[in-house]
């Protein structure tokens, strides 16, 4: 596996202004097809200029002390990535942010100009509302949920998509959510890609801890 400094790693993307960058969070532990399926879909039909995958050093709802180092998970991330428009990162190393409403507040500072949509698979809309400062994201930013195998039914129904309802975009009106101001998301319906980290690692092709 080639050798990726932490300085590297943790590289913030280029950007200019008046792009459109979706933003991506996970522990990408490991990263898989599903992660690069949703983020074309999002690059596609909600007429994106990048996508960038933010490896995060640790999920604050998730047990970490097996997570790989993140210098790993990144490497990973971007040989599965493999296209021009997605760029990969572990800024959050660095800016010493733990939640995602702060890395977002510390983009859209660091980056004036540009304008940031948050994308989430299916599966984590169910449990957004256990994220810290749920709603103060939505109002941030606008928000893309992309189906996932399991959760195309049971996304649209969760408590946050409840609270949220009003602010629901039509899905052929996904080429303006970009244009649309905070709070706006939509719900995009995609072929499903049944990889998941979870699977993955429960069946021994997960990335080595050390």
């Given at each position: 596996m080639p050798h990726l400094s932490p300085a590297d790693a943790r590289r913030l993307p280029s950007f200019a202004p008046g792009m459109t960058i979706g933003l991506f969070g996970g522990s990408f532990n490991p990263p898989h097809e599903g992660h690069r399926h949703a983020s074309l879909v999002a690059l596609t039909r909600l007429g994106l200029d990048r996508v960038w995958w933010l490896v995060t050093p640790g999920n604050p709802l998730?047990?970490?002390?097996?997570?790989?180092?993140?210098?790993?998970?990144?490497?990973?991330a971007r040989r599965l990535a493999d296209h021009p428009r997605i760029e990969v990162t572990g800024i959050e190393a660095?800016?010493?942010?733990?939640?995602?409403?702060?890395?977002?507040?510390?983009?859209q500072r660091r980056c004036?100009?540009?304008?940031?949509?948050?994308?989430?698979?299916?599966?984590?809309l169910a449990g957004f509302h256990r994220w810290q400062q749920w709603q103060a994201i939505a109002s941030r930013v606008a928000i893309a949920v992309v189906a996932r195998p399991g959760a195309t039914t049971k996304g649209p129904l969760a408590k946050a998509a409840?609270?949220?309802?009003?602010?629901?975009?039509?899905?052929?009106?996904?080429?303006?959510?970009?244009?649309?101001?905070?709070?706006?998301?939509?719900?995009?319906?995609?072929?499903?890609?049944?990889?998941s980290s979870t699977a993955l690692r429960a069946s021994g092709q997960g990335l080595p801890t050390r």
């Amino acid at each position: 596996m080639p050798h990726l400094s932490p300085a590297d790693a943790r590289r913030l993307p280029s950007f200019a202004p008046g792009m459109t960058i979706g933003l991506f969070g996970g522990s990408f532990n490991p990263p898989h097809e599903g992660h690069r399926h949703a983020s074309l879909v999002a690059l596609t039909r909600l007429g994106l200029d990048r996508v960038w995958w933010l490896v995060t050093p640790g999920n604050p709802l998730k047990d970490n002390r097996a997570l790989p180092p993140l210098e790993l998970r990144v490497a990973a991330a971007r040989r599965l990535a493999d296209h021009p428009r997605i760029e990969v990162t572990g800024i959050e190393a660095d800016i010493h942010t733990r939640y995602t409403y702060d890395t977002i507040a510390w983009l859209q500072r660091r980056c004036p100009g540009v304008t940031f949509v948050w994308i989430m698979g299916a599966d984590n809309l169910a449990g957004f509302h256990r994220w810290q400062q749920w709603q103060a994201i939505a109002s941030r930013v606008a928000i893309a949920v992309v189906a996932r195998p399991g959760a195309t039914t049971k996304g649209p129904l969760a408590k946050a998509a409840r609270v949220l309802a009003a602010y629901r975009v039509p899905e052929y009106q996904a080429a303006t959510l970009k244009y649309r101001r905070a709070p706006a998301w939509i719900f995009l319906h995609a072929p499903l890609d049944a990889n998941s980290s979870t699977a993955l690692r429960a069946s021994g092709q997960g990335l080595p801890t050390r």
